[in-house]
């Protein structure tokens, strides 16, 4: 893992070519449909991307713990990315790192995330949206997993300051950003 601390989300098709000549070591991709994902997938492979799929966003796949296992077996996925907390334990599983995505709406949503990260388990934690410093410092010293934060991020003085803050990684779907520049 390079030492550039964001993760592309490519939520539009035209960024899969955007992504692979950009210098982010990993992806999340929340496009694409069963139909195609297998070829998206090699493409970034072939490009030395770790490619995490957003299950809950990429058209034809189920959410239970059969896709997962054929997300991993048939379309070798590094990992998923998911807001279900039985997704997490299906990746598991299968064998698969998992990114569990959790949304800050109000205090009791982050303790009710907290209980639910405690339990499951997941790999990483994906915090939305990703402009609340103090929710990010409470976050990280409540969960051990590597964070990464997400959502609403436009400017890079804001991916500083996530850093800054306790995140691990930032995920961002502005291509400008996925070359270091800070």
Same mark, same amino acid.
């Given at each position: !893992?390079?030492? +550039? ?5 490519? @939520? ?5 070519? %955007?992504?692979? %000549?950009?210098? /982010?070591? =990993? ?7 069963? @139909? ?6 090699? *493409?970034?492979?072939?490009?030395? %991307? *770790?490619? +995490? ?9 189920? =959410? ?5 296992? +054929?997300?991993?077996?048939? $379309?070798?996925?590094?990992?998923? /990315? ?5 997704? /997490? ?13 959790? $949304? ?10 907290? =209980? !639910?990260?405690?339990?499951? %388990? ?9 402009? !609340?410093? =103090? ?9 051990? *997993? ?22 691990? $990684? ?13």
């Amino acid at each position: !893992m390079n030492s +550039y601390p964001v993760i592309a989300s490519i @939520t539009e098709a035209d960024q899969i070519a %955007k992504a692979l %000549k950009s210098d /982010v070591r =990993r992806v999340i991709l929340m496009t694409g449909s069963i @139909t195609n994902l297998k070829q998206i997938i090699e *493409q970034l492979h072939k490009a030395d %991307k *770790q490619v +995490y799929v957003h299950t809950e966003m990429v058209s034809g796949i189920g =959410r239970d713990a059969a896709a997962i296992q +054929y997300v991993a077996e048939v $379309f070798r996925a590094d990992g998923i /990315v998911t807001t279900k907390s039985n997704a /997490v334990t299906a990746a598991k599983q299968a064998g698969m790192a998992s990114i569990q995505r959790i $949304f800050a709406i109000d205090s009791a949503a982050v303790e009710t995330a907290i =209980r !639910m990260i405690n339990t499951c %388990k997941p790999d990483e934690v994906e915090l939305m949206p990703g402009l !609340m410093p =103090r929710v990010i410092r409470h976050l990280k010293q409540r969960i051990t *997993q590597p964070l990464i934060v997400g959502g609403l991020i436009r400017h890079e003085e804001e991916i500083v300051q996530a850093i800054e803050h306790g995140a691990d $990684f930032v995920s961002i779907g502005h291509e400008k950003f996925w070359s270091p520049t800070i």
